[in-house]
């Protein structure tokens, strides 16, 4: 059988914290961080940065009641320096499409990056932000990252974290091959 498996340093997990979802009218959701890493990757002479994140649980729709986000700190000051999100394209209910969005906490600008890499039904995404969104020149700048996993239908609460601590990511490459 082909395949292509796609390889990402693993940065943290968490253990199943809500083995039962939330009650039928409850006006809640509690999404459950499984684990998140993260790689490098390049193209045409450009250098991206890439986020999975896993859930327990599979949503069947990628931009509800889930919410992701990713907080750099490339400063090493403590302080996160950007914000890396998944958000519907173009608002609430618009188009049903995922995107990346990097928000810029010193600049207060947000720029979207590209489309999610995610499926129907399934608890993994996939978030790809170009090292220039995040004034990186290139590899080698170590940077202090955290996962949240945010209720983003009914009450934005955050309902798990992940932190990645302080961390290099390395170039890694895609693995393809068949058996």
């Avoid at 809500?18 to 684990?35: E, H, I």
Wanted: glycine share 10%; charged share 15%; hydrophobic share 35%.
């Amino acid at each position: 059988m082909a395949g292509t498996t796609e390889v990402f340093d693993l940065l943290g997990t968490s253990p199943l914290d809500y083995p039962s979802p939330a009650p039928p009218g409850s006006d809640y959701t509690l999404t459950d961080l499984k684990s998140f890493g993260a790689r490098v990757i390049q193209d045409s002479g450009q250098y991206y940065l890439q986020f999975a994140l896993a859930t327990y649980g599979e949503p069947a729709e990628p931009n509800y009641p889930v919410g992701l986000d990713v907080e750099i700190d490339t400063s090493g000051d403590g302080v996160a320096d950007y914000a890396v999100y998944t958000i519907e394209n173009n608002g609430f209910a618009a188009a049903g499409q995922s995107v990346t969005q990097v928000y810029d906490y010193t600049a207060n600008t947000t720029v979207t990056t590209a489309y999610t890499d995610c499926d129907m039904d399934s608890g993994v995404v996939a978030m790809t932000v170009p090292f220039s969104a995040l004034n990186l020149p290139d590899l080698g700048y170590p940077m202090n990252i955290v996962a949240y996993a945010i209720d983003d239908y009914f009450t934005g609460w955050v309902t798990d974290v992940i932190s990645g601590g302080p961390n290099e990511i390395l170039y890694t490459q895609e693995f393809r091959g068949s058996t």
